[in-house]
């Protein structure tokens, strides 16, 4: 039991650095050009293939998530994540099934949208009519904050992680018909 306990301990330590690591990337990234000179509707895709044709062990393709924005509040936000596909469809996506799950909800959705937009304390999200009543309000945070899409930045204030607002915006992208 203890060398378990102690496995989990290293494993969030590490996964607790990496996160820390990216959120100091995505903080200190440079812009990306969004209309290239040349006109390429695809110039991100281009790029991809590009460079999946010098790296042999991406040879079964990549998925990336990668943006650049300023938030509402001024906030610049830049964020890219990739990873080769090889065994992407093999594994198992059942423990993914919570993240995208209490993005289910249009509470939520529009939760996140205020947020995002500067709303961050819990009062001034209760006083949001859409949101429901306060108890409804925590529920849907409890919710979200389980899954990782926001996280507390203070008592009764709430934030979406840097590293999640790329990806947020990009699931909201493709849900689009």
């Known amino acids: 039991m203890d060398d378990e306990l102690a496995a989990l301990r290293e494993a969030v330590r590490v996964l607790t650095e990496r996160v820390d690591t990216l959120d100091t990337q995505q903080q200190t990234a440079q812009a990306v050009d969004e209309s ?3 006109g ?3 110039w991100a895709l281009t790029g991809v293939q590009s460079r999946l044709a010098d790296a042999p062990s991406t040879a ?3 998925v990336m998530l990668v943006g650049s924005l300023t938030l509402p509040t001024g906030a610049p936000v830049s964020w890219q994540q990739s990873v080769g596909t090889a065994g992407m469809l093999e594994t198992e996506w059942t423990e993914r099934a919570a993240a995208f799950a209490a993005l289910g909800h249009p509470v939520r959705m529009e939760l996140l949208r205020h947020i995002l937009s500067g709303v961050h304390a ?3 999200l209760a006083s949001i009519e859409a949101l429901g009543t306060t108890g409804q309000l925590h529920h849907h945070l409890r919710q979200l904050l389980s899954a990782g899409w926001v996280r507390q930045s203070g008592r009764g204030n709430y934030e979406i992680p ?3 607002i790329v990806p947020l915006l990009a699931c909201v992208l493709g849900a689009e018909r």
């Open 60 to 62: 079964d393709g990549a």
């Open 162 to 164: 840097a590293a999640r």
């Open 36 to 38: 290239p000179a040349d």
């Open 122 to 124: 819990t009062a001034d």
């Open 40 to 42: 390429d509707a695809f």
